[in-house]
């Protein structure tokens, strides 16, 4: 996976230089240059870092195809969906289900 091209897109895609991706993920602009420019490979805190100002995690960034952004709307179910039992986790499922066939 080329990191770079990655960054590269996700930047592109958002309509950001390396100045807002700096400001966004609150790393300095010499670190976001240095990326980009002299292609250095950032540490997986650093990447960790730029993911999440992106919305998205590092396991997303690496994965092939779509990527789905963590809204905090999808955090927030992704945490309570963490906190269900079985059973319950199965009644939302059912409902799901429910709603996607109605439509």
């Given amino acids: 996976m080329d990191i770079h091209g ?3 897109q996700l930047m592109a895609d958002r309509n950001w230089t390396e ?3 700096a400001k966004e993920c609150g790393l300095s602009q ?3 240059y240095n990326i980009m420019t002299r292609n250095t490979i950032p540490n997986f805190f650093t990447l960790e870092t730029i993911c999440s100002a992106f919305g998205i995690t590092v ?3 690496f ?3 779509d990527m789905v952004e963590m809204t905090p709307e999808l955090k927030e179910l ?3 969906w963490a ?3 079985v059973e319950q986790k ?3 499922q059912h409902v799901i289900q429910a709603m996607n066939h109605d439509q």
């Fill in 30 to 32: 010499t670190t976001i």
């Fill in 59 to 61: 396991s997303q960034f």
């Fill in 63 to 65: 994965a092939e195809g």
């Fill in 90 to 92: 199965q009644a939302v």
């Fill in 19 to 21: 100045y807002r991706l």
């Fill in 78 to 80: 992704f945490n309570g």
């Fill in 6 to 8: 990655k960054l590269r």
């Fill in 83 to 85: 906190n269900l039992t």
